[in-house]
Nanobody
Framework: QLQAFGGGLVQSGGSLRLSCAAS????????IGWFGQAEGMEREFVAA????????YYADSVQGRFTISRDKSKNTVYLQMNSLSPEDTAVYYC?????????????????????WGQGTLVTVSS
């Protein structure tokens, strides 16, 4: 089970840190991804970290602004979001997969993710 939290209302240019707390699975045995879904839009990939922790992958739109990390002792994955803009407004979901991908790019596909948490809303005001 995955539980995402940490969303809220922030001004443009601000920062937030989202957390994805796992129970019943270990974050060092699963790849974890973050996906965002804006109102009326498809759920889109944001960032992912491999089960080994050795590989991270980001959507072009967040590269250099967002950072994914994990704390194995807390069994939690984080998404640090900096330089937020109104375009980042979305419900953010974390998800887990059990694959080792040949390329990091595949970490951005939704299909491999088997377990999904509930979302947490991030609203960025202009």
């Amino acid at each position: 089970q995955l539980q995402a939290f940490g969303g809220g209302l922030v001004q443009s240019g601000g920062s937030l840190r989202l957390s994805c707390a796992a129970s019943g699975l270990q974050v060092d045995a699963y790849g974890i991804g973050w996906f965002g879904q804006a109102e009326g839009m498809e759920r889109e990939f944001v960032a992912a970290i491999s089960w080994s922790g050795s590989t991270t992958y980001y959507a072009d739109s967040v590269q250099g602004r967002f950072t994914i990390s994990r704390d194995k002792s807390k069994n939690t994955v984080y998404l640090q979001m900096n330089s937020l803009s109104p375009e980042d407004t979305a419900v953010y979901y974390c998800a887990a997969n059990q694959y080792t991908f040949a390329t990091a790019r595949r970490m951005g596909e939704k299909a491999p993710y088997r377990y999904w948490g509930q979302g947490t809303l991030v609203t960025v005001s202009s």
